[in-house]
């Protein structure tokens, strides 16, 4: 890429489309199999994920002067009602110096996974929110210890410790997962209901809890978006 501030978008044509923002033109293009409801270049614009509502995840090279398909990853359970996938609704590169390579993905099967864009290979699975419908996604602190996700059930749920759970399980080479009944004691789930002082029912889950319906929240959105409708965007500025 050149040194122009560019912009990705994507939606129901199954196109992505590389935008030169200066002279409003397309550079790049690239057809997917399916709607595009997720786009997210990673920290400096080499690579471009984009997520399709069956729940494949496509990385491409974007530092070339075509959009070069890398590899296809597949979010979803391998068995259940999701098995056949469900639409990816948030993506969100670790731009860490130990994990230049992961991105955190939101799925509409109630999941948080952490890929490793190289290999595909899956290095952590979260869960306790519920994110069947809405397009709700995932966000992470800027020291990425922490991972943050609105719910269905109008709670928003916290979990700590990821970058170091994703570093040692990618270590490992094996799959980490983190459940809502984790009893692991570096990985919480945080509840407090807004009417009461903050209660735990369990040290190793928690939940934050709120039943306002003039609430708000930068991770999720309350009206449904139907699949055929999902559209996504990113914008950068390269330095290459």
């Known amino acids: 890429m050149s040194q122009q501030f560019c912009i990705a978008s994507g939606c129901s044509d199954k196109?992505?489309?590389?935008?030169?923002?200066?002279?409003?033109t397309v550079t790049k293009w690239q057809q997917t199999s399916d709607f595009?409801?997720?786009?997210?270049?990673?920290?400096?614009?080499s690579r471009l994920c984009?997520?399709?509502?069956?729940?494949?995840?496509?990385i491409y090279d974007s530092s070339t002067d075509s959009l070069q398909h890398l590899i296809k990853i597949e979010c979803r359970n391998r068995t259940g009602k999701f098995s056949k996938g469900k639409k990816v609704?948030?993506?969100e590169f670790m731009s860490s110096t130990a994990m230049p390579y992961c991105v955190m993905v939101t799925t509409n099967?109630?999941?948080?996974?952490?890929?490793?864009?190289?290999?595909?290979?899956?290095?952590?699975k979260i869960k306790g929110h519920k994110n069947e419908n809405l397009m709700i996604r995932g966000s992470l602190s800027p020291d990425f210890v922490h991972a943050i996700c609105a719910s269905e059930d109008g709670s928003v749920y916290l979990w700590n410790n990821i970058a170091q759970t994703v570093l040692e399980a990618s270590k490992r080479g094996l799959?980490?997962?983190?459940?809502k009944t984790n009893k692991m004691k570096e990985v919480e789930c945080f509840s407090m209901n807004h009417l009461n002082?903050?209660?735990?029912?369990n040290p190793a889950?928690?939940?934050?809890?709120?039943?306002s319906s003039s609430s708000s929240s930068a991770y999720s959105s309350k009206s449904p978006v139907p699949d055929h409708t999902s559209t996504a965007s990113s914008a950068i500025g390269t330095g290459n």
């Open 15 to 24: 196109t992505i489309r590389l935008w030169r923002i200066n002279t409003r």
């Open 36 to 45: 595009i409801s997720a786009l997210q270049f990673n920290h400096n614009g």
């Open 50 to 58: 984009a997520g399709l509502i069956n729940g494949e995840v496509h």
């Open 89 to 91: 609704t948030g993506i």
């Open 109 to 124: 099967d109630s999941r948080i996974r952490f890929i490793n864009t190289k290999n595909g290979r899956v290095l952590l």
């Open 175 to 179: 799959l980490g997962k983190i459940f």
């Open 197 to 201: 002082s903050p209660s735990y029912t």
């Open 205 to 211: 889950m928690r939940h934050f809890s709120n039943d």
